[in-house]
């Protein structure tokens, strides 16, 4: 049955606006038009339709979605669609059941809030903040008052992401974490008080299992996961010694917690982050310093999983058939924010799952 729980808006989830006779009517001839059907929004129906707009980096434009609202409200229904929710004269008709039941249901979509002044007079060093979870984290460091290094190897990402922050206080810088001197500028960068860092860069391995993984793909996932985090890590303990505290946040991954989420490397890596992360929270906890972990599940990034293994590939894709629906980045960032900030005063040495009840499963 259509909802009917009032005007489709942009703040209205994809799959409202599916199951509206209006919207879902125009919205799936738009899909036609482009040779897709509405099961392209199978992952992400549950989020606002407007997020559309960013998500698909021009594809799907704001006057895009100003106009289907303007039709939506107007009742114009294309001559050409399938009135949503009306089957096709050749399909049989359908049992309902109760998942089927369970996945019409409405989930109210999350907006974020931003807590203005929470980072006020804080330094947060942020690495891979040129895209994905890192640019969602520093940029609501950024909006909620505090002066963010943002690192990135790639230059081009940071110019755009310090061009989307107009006015806000940041200091864009393209380093390697792996590389000493690299480390070193992003130090100085941040000057005498380092009130906090967000390890986030990270990169995903081929989904190799034990008995085929590379040399080569073993020791770069390894470089950059865990010797990348371990060297920042080292380099900001000192200042945070000598003012009496700080935050450290570190990127772990669902892969942090099982077996089956990734490839050997890139599970071994995660499984080490967390090493990290624990054994510097008990080191340090008594001198202030909190020393914390996010494990995400399945989140819209620009990093690709790739499958060189079969048998990799194989397992690793049954296991994810109970993986949750992805997230946008900015659903991360408000974990990794939170932890970062003095919101997380009582907490160190967790392992905080931010995956959508996947490690519950």
């Known amino acids: 049955m259509a909802k009917t729980s009032g005007p489709l808006t942009g703040?209205?989830?994809?799959?409202?606006?599916?199951?509206?006779?209006?919207?879902?009517?125009?919205l799936r001839d738009l899909l036609a038009q482009g040779g897709q059907g509405p099961e392209?929004?199978?992952?992400?129906?549950?989020?606002?339709?407007?997020?559309?707009?960013k998500m698909s980096r021009g594809a799907f434009t704001q006057e895009m979605l100003d106009d289907l609202i303007?039709?939506?409200?107007?009742?114009?229904?294309?001559?050409?669609?399938?009135?949503?929710?009306?089957?096709?004269?050749?399909?049989?008709?359908?049992?309902?059941?109760?998942?089927?039941?369970a996945a019409s249901v409405d989930v109210r979509p999350w907006i974020e809030r931003i807590d203005a002044g929470r980072?006020?007079?804080?330094?947060?060093?942020?690495?891979?903040?040129?895209?994905?979870?890192?640019?969602?984290?520093?940029s609501r460091i950024a909006r909620e008052g505090g002066r963010v290094v943002a690192v990135d190897v790639s230059q081009e990402r940071l110019d755009d992401f310090v061009a989307e922050h107009s006015g806000a206080d940041i200091v864009p810088l393209t380093a390697d974490i792996t590389d000493d001197a690299g480390v070193a500028r992003i130090v100085a960068a941040a000057g005498a008080t380092i009130d906090a860092l967000a390890n986030i860069a990270g990169i995903m391995d081929d989904m190799t299992p034990i008995g085929e993984v590379s040399d080569a793909v073993w020791e770069r996932v390894f470089r950059v996961n865990v010797t990348g985090t371990m060297k920042l890590m080292r380099a900001v303990i000192p200042a945070m010694l000598a003012q009496g505290g700080g935050s450290i946040v570190n990127t772990a991954?669902?892969?942090?917690?099982?077996?089956?989420?990734?490839?050997?490397?890139?599970?071994?890596?995660k499984h080490a982050v967390a090493g990290l992360t624990k054994s510097s929270a008990f080191m340090y906890g008594p001198s202030g310093i909190r020393v914390n972990a996010v494990a995400p599940?399945?989140?819209?990034?620009?990093?690709?999983a790739s499958f060189g293994s079969p048998l990799g590939a194989d397992r690793v894709q049954t296991a994810m058939a109970i993986m949750p629906d992805p997230v946008e980045a900015d659903a991360l960032a408000a974990s990794i924010t939170f932890l970062?900030?003095?919101?997380?005063?009582?907490?160190?040495?967790?392992?905080m799952a931010s995956d959508g009840g996947w490690s519950a499963a």
């Not at 392209?40 to 707009?53: D, G």
């Not at 599940?297 to 690709?304: D, K, L, Q, R, Y």
């Open 253 to 269: 991954s669902e892969a942090a917690l099982r077996g089956s989420a990734a490839g050997v490397a890139y599970t071994a890596s």
């Open 40 to 53: 392209v929004f199978r992952p992400i129906s549950k989020l606002a339709i407007k997020r559309l707009v």
């Open 340 to 351: 970062l900030s003095d919101d997380g005063v009582n907490i160190n040495g967790i392992i």
């Open 11 to 26: 703040d209205s989830s994809i799959s409202t606006w599916l199951d509206d006779p209006t919207g879902g009517a125009i």
């Open 119 to 138: 980072f006020s007079g804080q330094t947060v060093i942020v690495t891979g903040a040129g895209s994905g979870i890192g640019r969602a984290t520093a």
């Open 297 to 304: 599940g399945p989140t819209m990034t620009n990093i690709e």
């Open 70 to 101: 303007r039709r939506a409200a107007a009742g114009d229904i294309p001559s050409t669609a399938t009135p949503s929710g009306a089957a096709p004269q050749h399909a049989e008709a359908a049992t309902p059941n109760e998942e089927d039941a």
